[in-house]
């Protein structure tokens, strides 16, 4: 298996900046910043830090950075990154953990394996939030794109990690371990996610799912095509008929005792190993994209092993349907009409409309295993990417007290989501002569229709769905995100499974 990510040691050290013995201390940078808090960095290199500021060559706009020698500071690390945050007062955790990345990746680009990354006090972040950003931003810099290359590729890893400059108890150590957890789940997504069609089979996505699953301590079922045949879930087969690979549903479940009583999650994710779009072909040009087509379950696999990881004390159940959409000679073809597992008819119109109806099935099979509250995370159209661009993914779904928990989820995440609506005057859409209702809605809307088919098969639960067909993908590289696929979504179901206890009963126990 190629190494695409590392785990480090993250620790939060309570010395002082000269005391920090590392290979490089990353220090955000505000506007108008004296830098009079960081005792010798004035005096380093000759007072090139805050001259580098006049001479323009480092202005402390947000993600600029600046590598210097330390050398007249009086520290024992000899190299400095100076990273802009911009004004200090609106500077935010997403802000921070964007920093750290940023960090991590430039003492990864100069082959240095020891970093401190250094808060600032005058950075008005709670000291938690702060600490648990700056984890995760680091991990999150120790990611490799290109681990398929086999000649000239060597990447340097970061080994050790002191947060700096934050003070307090076991509470922020806590949060400095939940940051790594969750920059190392997000890692994971993004690992399965930017795996080849070819290397990824639905058979193989299965089987790395559950050893993931299985090494946090997850319940692990696998249902195979028989069992899929059993449970009649005729939507996920009439996809999976088209290709010569069985299709498979991973099923994960978390069961911690003293579980909060009334609510069991199901987080539900597309797990598409390879669109070509079926009998509806999709065109040549970008096709290859669309292995990432599994990225919802893959956000779902890596999510559900850091809940176990974190001993969340909530229930939480976890269904991928996996398959390929492929135009082999049993394909489904346009026109034809299928049997869902809960017995609704649906006529296929577009072949290539297949994410909802292997969500279809997989909703109503977590609705069986007791899910209270459903969640699904899907790369599911690119009327969304229309709709909101490549940076925010699409949050549909009710009541509105369950979606404004996702939404909030989603922000302490640093997921950005935004609410779309799923009036009932689109459902006309998905009107069929001869079956219960149709797979599309065509163009207008897209998105909107695709979300509302969804909403047949999630019954009368809570239910939240993201699309993060624009989201799910970097076409280019920013100073803080590599290209390929970004994990999105894996933090914001790791955040709304922590927070159930706030909002919901008491513990059995
Ligand atoms: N996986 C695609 C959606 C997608 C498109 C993701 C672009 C990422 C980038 C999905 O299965 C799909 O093909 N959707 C169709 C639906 C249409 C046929 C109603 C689409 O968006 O074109
Ligand atoms: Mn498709
Ligand atoms: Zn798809």
């Known amino acids: 298996m190629p190494m695409t990510h590392r785990t480090a040691n993250v620790r939060l050290l309570r010395q002082s900046v000269p005391e920090l013995d590392a290979d490089l201390v990353v220090v955000p940078v505000c506007d108008h910043d004296e830098l009079s808090d960081v005792p010798g960095l004035a005096q380093a290199s000759s007072g090139e830090a805050l001259t580098a500021r006049t001479r323009g060559a480092f202005s402390g706009k947000p993600f600029e950075s600046l590598v210097l020698g330390t050398q007249g500071a009086g520290w024992r690390a000899p190299r400095v990154a100076l990273v802009g945050v911009g ?11 964007r920093v750290a990345t940023i960090g991590g990746l430039t003492a990864r680009a100069h082959r240095l394996g020891r970093v401190a990354v250094l808060m600032r006090a005058s950075i008005g972040v709670a000291p938690e939030v702060a600490a648990q950003a700056l984890a995760e931003g680091v991990l999150l810099a120790n990611y490799d794109g290109a681990s398929l290359k086999t000649a000239d590729h060597a990447p340097g890893w970061l080994e050790e990690v002191a947060i700096a400059g934050l003070d307090g108890g076991a509470a922020l150590d806590a949060a400095v371990a939940r940051g790594v957890i969750l920059g190392e789940a997000t890692n994971h997504a993004r690992e399965l996610a930017n795996e080849p069609g070819n290397r990824l089979t639905p058979r193989v996505f299965a089987e ?33 008929q088209g290709s ?25 994710g597309k797990g598409i190993t390879f669109d070509t779009g079926g009998i509806s072909i999709k065109p040549a040009d970008n096709m290859d994209k669309m292995k990432d087509d599994m990225s919802g379950g893959a956000a779902v696999i890596a999510a559900m092993a850091a809940i176990a990881r974190l001993n969340v004390p909530v229930r939480c159940i976890g269904v991928v349907p996996m398959t390929e959409n492929m135009p082999g ?98 459902k006309d859409l998905l009107k069929s002569e001869i079956a219960d209702f149709t797979n599309t809605g065509g163009r207008a809307g897209g998105a909107i229709t695709a979300a509302l088919f969804i909403k047949e098969f999630a019954g009368d639960l809570p239910w939240a769905h993201l699309d993060i067909a624009g989201t799910a993908w970097a076409e280019e590289a920013k100073p803080y995100q590599p290209k390929g696929a970004t994990g999105v979504g894996v933090r914001t179901l790791v955040e709304l499974a922590l927070n159930v206890p706030s909002w919901a009963g008491a513990s059995t126990r």
């Open 87 to 97: 004004p200090a007062a609106a500077c935010t955790a997403d802000i921070l953990r």
């Open 208 to 240: 790395r799912g559950a050893a993931l699953a299985a090494a946090a301590g997850l319940g692990v079922e696998v249902l195979d095509e028989t069992r899929i045949a059993e449970l009649k879930m005729g939507l996920l087969l009439s996809i999976a």
């Open 244 to 268: 010569q690979e069985p299709p498979r549903v991973l099923v994960l479940r978390h069961e911690p005792a003293g579980a909060v009583s009334n609510v069991t999650l199901g987080l539900v």
């Open 329 to 426: 000679g049993r394909a489904i073809k346009p026109g034809d009409v299928v049997t869902s597992a809960e017995g609704k008819t649906v006529e296929i119109l577009n072949t290539d409309a297949e994410g909802r109806l292997v969500l279809g099935d997989a909703l109503w099979y977590a609705r069986q295993l007791g899910a209270t509250h459903l969640i699904d995370l899907a790369t599911l159209t690119g009327a969304c990417v229309v709709a909101l661009g490549k940076t925010t993914s699409g949050l549909f779904g009710r009541p509105q007290v369950w979606l404004d928990r996702v939404h909030d989820a989603t922000r302490r995440a640093g997921d950005r989501a935004w609410p779309m609506p799923i009036f009932d005057d689109y």
